[in-house]
Every structure is written in C-alpha cells, then in structure tokens.
C-alpha cells in the first residue's frame, strides 16, 4: 500500500472539547491522500475513548496509546515515530483546517517537488473574529521561490509554532529530531527544522484555524512550566552556533525570542507575579548574552520595552507600564469627549 502524503499527528486532549471539530475537519478533506494518528496517554485531559470511537469508524485514522502520562512533547515523538507520510503534520485539537487545505498544500508541493519545510498560513478564532497569524506579513511577501534558510532568514522572526508547516518525515528521521520535554517545546523543533533545510517553500494562504480559549498549549510535560522557554531558546542559539554559514538568522531569531519573552511575561496568567522580577532577570540575562552585533531594536513602543529590558531593571519596566497604562486612560476619556488622541 503505497505511503500517503501527510501524516498528522494528534495529541488526543480535549480539555476544550474540541477534539471531536478538529477531526471532523481532517475528515472532510477533498483530498484523502493521508492519515492521522491520535496519541492517548494517562493524562486527565485525554479522550481516548473518543479518539477509539473515531478509529473504529475510521480507515484513516488509528491510535496510540502510552502507558503514562508524558505530556504533548513525547506524545508527539511517539507518533511521529509511527507514521508513514511522506509529510509530518502536527495539530493539536483546537486547531481546524478548511476542507481545500489539503488540496491546496498538495498542489504546491506538485510545483515545487520534495521539499524540507513547507511553511503556511493560519489564523487564529478570537473574540468572533479571525485574527492572521504571526507569519502571514511574511507570507504575503515572500518570493514563491524554493530556498534555504541562507536565503529566507526572515523566516526565523516568525513564531515558532509547528502546526503551520508540512515537515518532511525522512528529513526528520534522518536528523533523529525529537520535541524535548517542557512547555515552548516546539521552539527548537522548528528552529532545527528550518535550520537542517536545503528546500524551503512556503504557501500564503490560511490553511489552518487555531481556536485556542488560552494563548499557550495546556499541557506540558510533567514539572514544566513557562520558565522553560529560556531552556528551548539555549537550545536553538545552539543549534545556530553550529551553523556558522547561517549568521544572518541571528538578528531574526534574537528578535523573535526577546518578542515571545516580553509577550510571555506581560500575558495574564502566565508567570506569578511573585516570579515575575526572576523571568525579567533571565529574559535580560539572554538579552546581553545574545544580542547580535549592531542589532536594531524594533520601532516604537515595543523598541521602548526592548530597551528597558537591555537595562535591566525590573522597577523601571514596570514603572514605564503603568505610565503608559494611565496615558492611555486619559486618552481613552479624552476621546470621548471629541478630543483627538495626541500622536504616539
């Protein structure tokens, strides 16, 4: 039986119940040229009889369960391990793909040929409205041409999510590529995917829809915790320092990383407040100690909190957001009044 194209590997949480749209999405592809593998193991959120449920109604689908609970990173290798696509998708079930995405990932690959990374578009539900996803300005104007990561370095000042990439299955075995343990885990993954590239192509269109009630994955592996994101960047920076032909990646990952620190503190429900000086420290910490020579901080406000988190101070860093918090509330009142907002 010849191999189908993609495999899509499938944590089977369902602590949104959600598991059940995202599968019926898969499902209801055009193009049938797949399989998907759902991985079960002992955590609480796992829905294993659902996921039995859809197998045995299901030629396309089968299940894997792990005898204890190891959390999305492992339960991802394990069924990566199984798989048999020539492509290796990632999804977890809040995520839903329209019924052409296939389809329309298929005839790229029919242009380009065999590639090592195939990066698309994703939006995100929120708030009833659809939002596009971190990449898609990049996306939009990228060259259709197939390159290495030499060639589109941009690439790496994307957010390092998997679900928005076809990642070849040979290439990721050959490079014996695994999830570590912790949240963020998929950081060093795709950085290592794009990283290992000879042939990247990518496709700007929306091809899958994350619905996610929480910013961040709900389950990591046991004892993680969202301190672990400077352990995944360590291990990317380590992987590019190997690369030394690849020096022009660094300014876009430094970016991105510094970016996804400031995002992680600032997000309510993230890191304690009584830890938040302590992930300031590292967040500076990581700031001197990879900061690319003649690095240009972003513009505006957000250049603003790259510069404070340079400086090291935490007071100062929350000072300055408290008085951006009361400017805006005055603007905010004097826009109701008629008064125009003064320039920012």
């Not at 790496?156 to 990439?165: L, M, Q, R, S």
Request: aromatic share 8%; with cysteine; proline share 7%.
């Amino acid at each position: 039986m010849p191999s189908p194209l993609i495999s899509v590997v499938l944590p089977a949480y369902d602590q949104q119940k959600q598991l059940s749209d995202c599968l019926e999405s898969l499902l209801s592809q055009s193009l049938h040229d797949f399989e998907v593998i759902l991985v079960a193991d002992r955590s609480r959120e796992t829905a294993a009889d659902l996921a039995d449920a859809y197998a045995a109604r299901h030629a396309d689908v089968s299940v894997l369960h792990l005898s204890a609970a190891v959390g999305v990173g492992r339960a991802r290798n394990a069924g990566a391990a199984l798989a048999h696509g020539r492509y290796l998708l990632f999804l977890d079930s809040d995520h839903t793909m329209p019924p052409d995405a296939f389809h329309s990932l298929a005839e790229r690959l029919e242009e380009t040929g065999e590639v090592d990374v195939l990066q698309f578009g994703h939006t995100r539900r929120h708030g009833g409205r659809d939002w596009p996803g971190g990449a898609q300005h990049l996306l939009d104007t990228a060259t259709p041409a197939v390159l290495g990561p030499q060639e589109r370095p941009e690439l790496f000042g994307a957010p390092p999510v998997v679900w928005d990439k076809l990642l070849n299955r040979t290439r990721w075995t050959d490079r014996a590529s695994a999830f570590p343990d912790g949240h963020y885990q998929e950081v060093p993954v795709v950085h290592q995917a794009l990283l290992d590239a000879r042939r990247i192509a990518v496709l700007p269109r929306e091809c899958v829809q994350l619905r996610r009630r929480h910013t961040l994955h709900p389950t990591g592996s046991p004892g993680s915790s969202h301190f672990d994101v400077f352990a995944q960047y360590e291990r990317s920076f380590e992987l590019l320092d190997a690369r030394p032909e690849l020096e022009a990646v660094r300014p876009h990952l430094f970016t991105r990383m510094i970016r996804q620190y400031l995002f992680v503190l600032e997000l309510a429900g993230c890191v304690a407040r009584a830890e938040r000086p302590q992930f300031f420290q590292r967040a500076a910490e990581h700031h001197r100690r990879f900061l690319p020579a003649g690095h240009r901080r972003p513009a505006g406000r957000e250049g603003m909190k790259f510069a404070l988190l340079a400086g090291g101070s935490y007071p100062a860093f929350e000072l300055a957001k408290l008085s951006h918090i009361a400017r805006t509330a005055v603007t905010g009142r004097a826009g109701l009044r008629g008064t125009p907002e003064p320039a920012r």
